[in-house]
């Protein structure tokens, strides 16, 4: 079985909460178990519940039965790393030994850069989204709520699941960045923030849909084409301040208003990964990382176009 290169040896923990870094360097999920990674190799510590199914997914050799976490801590004594960031502290606190070091951002970094299997899946994903969103072009007189229970049979039709909570949000209330959901009358177009999971990895896009007014139309293809004129700049190697300057600058310059949230964000086993598209990065953009470009207006009716691309050497090209 292969598995993603570590330089460092490393303990892994996939407990309650789905662990992205688990699944990425191990190739399987599965809860209530320790991935124990060295040498190219693993091993995997599990409860008496998952010895079966472990040993079916890992093999026999691979797996370990523990009764306590501190087994584990005891056998390694130190001589590894921790992945903390998706346990509960009670777990962390029973699994690392003072001479543990602590993975912050090395993994996290390592996702960061797609292969050509997880490209794939990202665009799959993006794919099912799409088709969805885009067969919902009958909004008006329907509520919010009957449009966001439509797009939840479509996505179980498509054998598919949610990524996050999505957004179906009409137009005045489309104003509110992270509309919590309602069920008001759409009049004119509704604003659909959504994606899916295809085999763990997550799309994220927004339309507005329905029918807009001419000055509402005009606006939304203005953030489409800045959505455009934004990727060509999203090259790998340039600095993500820089690019995030350039960005405002182009929806300045397209006669669109600032708005309260980033540009976009890094996706991939989760909705917000790596690269941060924060103005204060000290990062640069890299070859093959996927991104979002989300720009959004926000007055007495708003609206948002959203994107995914993939970076390149010579800008983000459209997923």
Known sequence: ????????????????????????????????????????????????????????????????????????????????????????????????????QLITNEIRTMREVKDAQEIKRIRKAKRIIESIVFGLENVRGMTERQVKRTLLVKIAENGVREAFNAIVANSSNARFPHYSGGNSTIRDYVLIDAGVKHKMYNSDITRCIGNMNSNCKKRYELLKHSVMEISDEAYAGRKIADFIECANKIIRK??????????????????????????????????????????GQYDKKGMRYENMFIIKNNGAKLL
């Open 254 to 295: 397209n006669s669109l208003h600032d708005f309260p949230h980033s540009i976009g964000h890094g996706i991939g086993l989760e909705v917000h990964e790596y690269p941060s598209l924060n103005s204060r990065s000290q990062n640069a953009l890299r070859k093959n990382a996927v991104i979002t470009i989300e720009p």
């Open 1 to 100: 079985m292969r598995i993603k290169q570590l330089e460092f040896d490393a303990v892994i923990p996939r407990w309650d909460a789905f662990n992205p870094n688990f699944f990425y360097l191990i190739g399987r999920d599965i809860d209530h178990a320790v991935a124990y990674i060295k040498d190219g190799d693993f091993e995997i510590y599990t409860t008496k519940l998952n010895e079966a199914i472990c040993k079916k997914m890992f093999g026999e050799d691979r797996v370990h039965v523990i009764t306590k976490l501190s087994e584990i801590r005891n056998a390694l004594q130190g001589r590894c790393k921790i992945d903390a960031d998706y346990i509960p502290y009670a777990v962390c606190k029973r699994l690392k030994s003072k001479n543990m």
